[in-house]
């Protein structure tokens, strides 16, 4: 889920949230919010390449263009991917004749993976990310994580 902002790393208005808190009295994370958009800064750091917003923009871009590409990631069943580490989110989306396997590792320490063998045993090819599969086994790095098709 993409939210207003997050396509150009636009940080929340801490500002906002304090003042409404000190007006109403009330503590409250609905205050928390990205606030207005200068566009005039925004358009200068995604014209300039390396910054952190131009970065962002760029990935968020390349992943929307996996999703259209890729049927599953639009619909389809979603399947758990049994026997992995408890620090890996893994996954299957299918539809139709399109597979997608999202693996991703939250954790702060690279972790070794080995597939089930129903799914080791299928030829999956990177669609996103830099990790490759090699006979269902692959190593993602802390936070790293791949999108594979089959």
Known sequence: M???GD????PNDDQFQR????????QDARYRVRGAVD???????????????AHIHGAVRAMLAVRRSQPALSGGSFQPVPGLADSVLGYVRSSGDSQVLVLQNLGDTAVD????????????HTVYGEHKLAR???????????????
């Open 39 to 53: 566009w005039p800064a925004v358009d200068q750091a995604l014209a300039t390449p390396g910054s952190l917003p």
């Open 113 to 124: 993976i080995a597939l089930p063998a129903d799914l080791a045993s299928m030829h999956w």
């Open 7 to 10: 396509e150009f790393a636009k």
């Open 19 to 26: 003042d409404q808190e000190a007006l109403t009295g009330y």
């Open 2 to 4: 993409i939210f207003y």
């Open 136 to 150: 269902g086994a692959l190593t993602l790095s802390s936070k790293g994580f791949g999108w594979f098709a089959a």
